[in-house]
């Protein structure tokens, strides 16, 4: 198990080594979220050749690596087959670096997190019919700090909406952990933090993930080469 920071301490060895860049780490990453997601599609019949074909996806990226990770998703499951909706918190012409790659190299649209466009997403999954809706948080990761409500709030009025009776059910795919907790205590950063149905992240456990508040809660933990 790593805290936040002996995480990022060991990517920052494997790239000054010139093991492996900051690109690939990333990709591999995106690539991990993706197969962990599509072994567990919810609603998946079995028989289809791919989980996501046809299937509205939405991916909710934030202003850091963890979006840069949430856009190589992004791309990825578009390529499977998927449509997906990419809705980010905070300026994405702002990124650098590798998040700015992962950004350019998804080249679909992004809009604005808010309210009304999360909700328009659901209602578009419903009348397709779809009976979920997968949404990829792909907005802090280990890096998170309060105040995270202006976040949180808009898509907890989207569960809200989805779970009063509006439709589809949510499957919360969570990269790393889900928006709104300390990766190293556990303490809430908001009134309303996200939940997770699905956890994955990278080369070990951070100290959250044994905490009881999350031991229901699937964890994947993908192998990134480090």
């Given at each position: 198990?790593?805290?936040?920071?002996?995480?990022?301490?060991?990517?920052?060895?494997?790239?000054?080594?010139?093991?492996?860049?900051?690109?690939?780490?990333?990709?591999?990453?995106?690539?991990?979220?993706?197969?962990?997601?599509?072994?567990?599609?919810?609603?998946?019949?079995?028989?289809?050749?791919?989980?996501?074909?046809?299937?509205?996806?939405?991916?909710?990226?934030?202003?850091?690596?963890?979006?840069?990770?949430?856009?190589?998703?992004?791309?990825?499951?578009?390529?499977?087959?998927?449509?997906?909706?990419?809705?980010?918190?905070?300026?994405?012409?702002?990124?650098?670096?590798?998040?700015?790659?992962?950004?350019r190299l998804w080249g679909g649209t992004v809009?604005?997190?808010?309210?009304?466009?999360?909700?328009?997403?659901?209602?578009?999954?419903?009348?397709?019919?779809?009976?979920?809706?997968?949404?990829?948080?792909?907005?802090?990761?280990?890096?998170?700090?309060?105040?995270?409500?202006?976040?949180?709030?808009?898509?907890?009025?989207?569960?809200?909406?989805?779970?009063?009776?509006?439709?589809?059910?949510?499957?919360?795919?969570?990269?790393?952990?889900?928006?709104?907790?300390?990766?190293d205590t556990g303490a809430t950063l908001c009134?309303?933090?996200?939940?997770?149905?699905?956890?994955?992240?990278?080369?070990?456990?951070?100290?959250?993930?044994?905490?009881?508040?999350?031991?229901?809660?699937?964890?994947?933990?993908?192998?990134?080469?480090?």
């Open positions: 198990m790593l805290t936040s920071q002996e995480m990022r301490d060991a990517e920052a060895r494997a790239i000054d080594s010139g093991s492996v860049t900051g690109t690939e780490l990333m990709e591999r990453a995106g690539a991990g979220v993706v197969q962990a997601l599509m072994d567990r599609w919810p609603g998946w019949d079995g028989i289809s050749p791919s989980p996501c074909a046809g299937q509205l996806v939405l991916v909710l990226c934030g202003p850091g690596n963890n979006g840069g990770d949430g856009y190589v998703v992004a791309r990825l499951l578009a390529e499977a087959g998927a449509d997906v909706r990419v809705l980010a918190y905070g300026d994405p012409a702002a990124l650098s670096g590798d998040a700015l790659r992962a950004r809009q604005m997190l808010d309210a009304s466009g999360l909700v328009a997403v659901a209602e578009q999954a419903v009348s397709r019919g779809q009976d979920w809706l997968v949404v990829i948080d792909a907005l802090f990761g280990i890096g998170q700090r309060a105040p995270l409500d202006p976040v949180t709030e808009p898509v907890g009025d989207l569960v809200d909406h989805m779970l009063g009776g509006a439709g589809p059910t949510p499957f919360f795919v969570a990269i790393d952990l889900p928006t709104g907790y300390d990766a009134r309303r933090p996200l939940s997770s149905d699905l956890t994955v992240t990278f080369h070990q456990p951070k100290p959250i993930h044994g905490m009881p508040h999350f031991l229901d809660t699937e964890l994947v933990v993908v192998d990134i080469g480090l």
